[in-house]
Structure formats: C-alpha cells, structure tokens
C-alpha cells in the first residue's frame, strides 16, 4: 500500500532510507537541518521541505532518523502539536532506552502509535535496503511498521514492548565492542608471538575463538580482503560511533543494575582511543591500540 511518509533526518543513514522508501512507491518528504541533506535526498526522489510542519502535513507515517535521544526528545515534542491522533511514529536512530521510552510514553499521550526500530548494517546496509530492524513497541504498532520496515530493510525483528528495539541494540554491540577489543588484542600478541595473521586466523576463525569481529570483519589486512583493516581502516563503522553505543549500555547497565564489567572495560578502551585522535577511523582500527598505546 502507497503511503504518505515524512522523513526527518536524511544523514548518511536517513538519506539512503528515505530513498528506499521512495523505491518502494510511497510518497516522501524529508526534513533535516542540513541544506546539503535535503538536496541529496532531494536527488533520490525525496520532496523536500524546510519544516517539521511541512514535512508532517499529510503524512500517516512519521520516520525519525537522529543523531541522540536529546534530538529525538525534542522533535518528537515538536511533532505531537502537528500529527493527527493515530499517526505511526517510528524513531530508528540509536538513543537510550530511557529516552525511547519517554518517545513512546508522549505518543501513546497524544493518540499515536510508536515503535523504536534502531538499525545495524551501517551505511553500506543503508543503501542497499538489507539493514536488520530491531523493534520495540505493542503487537499493532509493529504490524503497522513491519511493511515499511521491509522497504528500507533485510530483517525486522520484534524485539518487545517499548524500548525494547534500543535495548538489544545496546546489546548487540556491547558485544561486538568486546570481541573486536579482544580480537585485536590476541592478534597484537601473535604479533609478539611471531604468528602470521593468516596462520592466527586460519586457527581461530574455524575453531572455539570464531566470531564476527574475527569471520567477518577481522581487524589485520589480508585473511578477509572485505574488512576495513585492507582500507587503511576507513569506515564501516567509526570508532566514535561504537564509543557513543557502548557509553549507552553502561547508562542502561547503571539505570537498571546490571553488571557489564567488560562492556565497562570496553568503554573505558574506545574513550581512550578516541581521544586519541582515532574517532573517525573504523572501531577495528583499536587493535593499534594494543601495539603502541600512543598510536
Ligand atoms: P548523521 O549525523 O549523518 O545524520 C543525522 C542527521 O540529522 C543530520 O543530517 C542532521 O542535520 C539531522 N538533524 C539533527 N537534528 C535535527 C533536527 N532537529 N531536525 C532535523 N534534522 C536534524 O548520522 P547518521 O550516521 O545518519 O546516524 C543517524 C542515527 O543512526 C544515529 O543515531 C546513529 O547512531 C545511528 N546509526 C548509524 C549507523 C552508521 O553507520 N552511520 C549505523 C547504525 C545506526
């Protein structure tokens, strides 16, 4: 079914979403702060417009695509005085469980529906139309989402209740920030070691220390001619954004008293190299962290 959508956010995520979107026939305007964003997405099909109000205006279907919770807060807000009861809102940026509920909680007050549906799969998924969706919100919202989740995506996945998208996002790459540091960390000694990175990788990839970060993704050029390592670590997937993911679960850890000491570890480690000057570089470029501390 043909639908009005308004698309707010057309970043390096929300453009290529939004031009999914107008792919799969629906009919799209696109808001964003940026004049660079509006005419590239502008390029792709996207009506643009210069306010929320014009964006919404018509629109059943409301997506969000922002950089952090205090941004999807404050358009949201925005948002209820101009959306018609029973409006979908759907916010796939990466945010707090704290502040997604709080979206959730203002819809729910003005009559719409909602669901988080952050996404993995990076720019590259982006773009394609693969990324997997992990989504949170009531049996009705996610049966309404689930069709335009499918224009933009691979895999959509109904997580729970509200929030329950951004926390197994949180999750997700909490682990994924543990296993590249300790990928990175055992190839730096077999380094030390005198092991080739083939000879590490050809062991571990195919026996009990298999993992993405390792299979798919390995931190050293060579064994997985995809990975970012072969590109001089250009990005994939920053380090400042897998620092901004793992900063979230430790607010989610200390929110609800869970224990993530290695995600707390994991933190502390991608802080410190961010600081470092690495924050643009692809989160697996942290194994030059374990050669020499002051790379
Ligand atoms: P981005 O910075 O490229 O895009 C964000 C856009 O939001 C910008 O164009 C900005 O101008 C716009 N914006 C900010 N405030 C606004 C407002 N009040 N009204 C309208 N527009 C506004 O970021 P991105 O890479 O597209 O990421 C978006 C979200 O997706 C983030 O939460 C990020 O963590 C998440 N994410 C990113 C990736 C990735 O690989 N880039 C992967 C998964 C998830």
Not at 6 to 17: K, Q, T, V
Not at 127 to 141: E, I, P, R, Y
Request: charged share 15%.
């Amino acid at each position: 079914m043909t639908e009005t959508i308004a698309f707010i956010g057309l970043g390096n995520m929300g453009g290529p979403m939004a031009a999914n979107l107008v792919k799969a026939g629906h009919a799209v305007s696109g808001f964003d702060l940026s004049e660079a964003s509006r005419s590239a997405a502008a390029a792709q099909g996207v009506k643009p417009v210069t306010s929320l109000a014009d964006a919404v205006a018509g629109a059943g279907i409301v997506v969000t695509m922002l950089p952090a919770g205090r941004h999807v807060l404050s358009v949201w807000t925005e948002l209820m005085a101009l959306v018609k009861p029973g409006t979908l809102l759907i916010d796939s940026s990466t945010i707090d469980v704290e502040s997604a509920r709080k979206a959730h909680q203002m819809a729910a007050d003005n009559g719409c529906k909602s669901v988080d549906a952050p996404v993995s799969g990076g720019i590259g998924g982006a773009a394609a139309g693969t990324l997997t969706f992990m989504v949170g919100g009531s049996a009705d919202s996610f049966a309404q989402a689930q069709p335009i989740l499918e224009a933009m995506g691979r895999k959509i996945v109904h997580c729970g209740d509200a929030g329950s998208g951004q926390a197994a996002k949180i999750c997700n790459n909490m682990i994924l920030g543990v296993t590249m540091a300790a990928v990175g960390e055992a190839f730096a000694l077999g380094e030390r070691l005198g092991l080739s990175h083939q000879a590490l990788f050809d062991v571990a990839s195919t026996s009990s220390g298999q993992c993405w970060s390792i299979n798919s993704y390995c931190p050293v050029p060579g064994p997985v001619p995809t990975s970012p390592a072969n590109n001089d670590y250009k990005p994939g997937f920053a380090t400042a954004l897998m620092l901004k993911d793992l900063r979230l679960a430790q607010e989610a850890a200390l929110a609800s008293g869970a224990s993530t000491p290695l995600g707390a570890e994991a933190a502390q480690l991608y802080g410190l190299f961010d600081k470092l000057g690495h924050g643009g570089e692809d989160f697996s470029a942290i194994i030059k962290f374990f050669r020499d501390k002051a790379a």
